[in-house]
């Protein structure tokens, strides 16, 4: 094998697509994951002749590489990463090595929640505008698989807190930053200032001409504004304040107010997505769409025509006056909050999964307000129990979902509202969230 450029560590779907993108740019890659590849991907490396090992990584092989290109879900303080860095390696994420064979703009949108709904609702209001735009990142493709693919005039890209730290250069022209709450701290050494940190990488790189639009209602990110300084031209969004006269979005008599440009406003009244997270996310759409330089009325009509994502407040069905929502998306304590808070009915609430350090405490007046029962979907359900077992009638637990609906099933009465909403990640029984929600949504269909 000649001499690696360039070393993928990890063949997920970040990991193919920046090799990939590196075999299209004629430069000799090689995939190396711990883990065995799934089918699909190893097959895709193989008919595109790109050398992959799996179950180990052979170092003898990465001698003298001077880019790695490392999977989000690899850590970065592990030895290998050390070693690489050592000898000289420059160590980035797909994001960060794709962005730099793009000819295209960026609106990179991050956060803690609604990044995937802002995400697709800024893509929609660019399609739906008549632009040439690429939708990629976390949101599910690679940006690195459908930049070797073709470029466009701009792309919309969601990213991770995991994407953003191996960024080095990234430097979008209109980032988001839609929250910045309790997630992932496992990662972080438990420290939100950390954390913190990690999302206001998404500015970090941007320049005087660049525009970062933000939640002028978020505590940690008004925290990060004084300790960061981000160089941009900033654009704040609000619910809870008038911004009248400058430049942003704020809330005013059943209306989401945009100002922009000297003045120039445009008022909205019609969002297809109703409740007050989403209120924000139209916000933060509306106004990256506007810096971009799109139409009011194309704007708009976009935000009114919406459809919403799939395992995020998805309604299911209604079986004998019960609800079923899907909401396997909140993967963090804030997002079920926001779930609970938009719901009037009694729910039985199914919780549960992978803890990534989890403060629960602050959802205890919703539940004491609207959960009748409680059912702990996980293998490992004690922090749950402890937090909620004095404030619910009824808190049971399940080991798989068909047992969690059925059981749920049998505790709603007419009237009532059943919410799969998590509040933690989803790898203890499921493959992903999707996985999660999915089967959710097939065992309350065979009721």
């Known amino acids: 094998m000649n001499k690696v450029e360039i070393l993928v560590l990890g063949g997920g779907e970040s990991g193919v697509g920046a090799a990939l993108l590196a075999k299209k740019l004629n430069k000799q890659v090689f995939v190396s994951d711990s883990k065995a590849l799934k089918p699909v991907y190893a097959k895709e490396l193989q008919q595109a002749g790109i050398p992959f090992e799996e179950g180990q990584h052979t170092e003898d092989l990465f001698f003298g590489v001077e880019c790695v290109v490392k999977s989000p879900g690899i850590p970065s303080h592990i030895p290998l990463i050390g070693r690489l860095k050592e000898q000289g390696a420059e160590v980035i994420s797909e994001i960060e090595f794709a962005s730099r064979y793009t000819k295209g703009k960026i609106v990179g949108i991050t956060g803690s929640n609604g990044k995937t709904t802002t995400t697709l609702l800024t893509h929609h209001i660019f399609k739906k505008a008549g632009w040439d735009v690429g939708l990629a990142g976390n949101v599910g493709t690679s940006f690195a698989r459908l930049l070797a693919e073709g470029d466009h005039d701009w792309w919309i890209l969601e990213i991770s807190s995991f994407q953003l730290d191996d960024t080095i250069h990234f430097q979008p022209d209109i980032a988001i930053l839609t929250n910045i709450t309790p997630d992932h701290l496992d990662r972080y050494e438990y420290k939100m200032e950390n954390y913190m940190s990690s999302k206001f990488r998404i500015t970090l790189f941007q320049s005087e001409e660049s ?237």
């Open 211 to 447: 525009k970062f639009i933000y939640c002028a209602d978020d505590e940690w990110t008004l925290k990060g504004l004084k300790s960061q300084a981000p160089k941009a031209q900033l654009i704040p969004f609000t619910l809870n304040s008038s911004l009248a006269g400058e430049v942003g979005a704020f809330y005013q008599q059943g209306h989401i107010q945009i100002e922009f440009n000297k003045g120039e406003s445009m008022s909205i009244y019609e969002l297809a997505l109703q409740g007050k997270h989403n209120t924000y996310n139209s916000m933060a759409s509306a106004l990256a769409a506007r810096a971009a330089g799109i139409h009011s009325e194309a704007i708009r009509d976009a935000l009114a025509d919406f459809e919403h994502i799939e395992h995020r407040l998805e309604t299911v069905t209604q079986i004998a006056g019960v609800e079923y929502i899907n909401d396997s998306k909140a993967t963090n304590v804030n997002s079920t909050w926001y779930a609970l808070e938009s719901i009037t009915r009694k729910v039985i609430w199914i919780v549960g999964g992978v803890d990534k350090g989890n403060d629960y405490s602050q959802l205890l007046p919703l539940v004491k307000d609207k959960v009748k029962a409680i059912v702990c979907l996980g293998l490992d359900n004690q922090k749950i129990i402890n937090e909620f077992k004095n404030d619910v009638e009824i808190l049971t637990e399940a080991q798989s979902m068909e047992a969690a609906v059925r059981t749920a099933h049998s505790l709603a009465k007419k009237g009532d509202l059943v919410l799969l909403s998590p509040a933690c990640a989803s790898f203890d029984l499921f493959e992903n969230y999707e996985d999660r929600g999915n089967q959710f949504k097939e065992c309350v269909r065979k009721l």
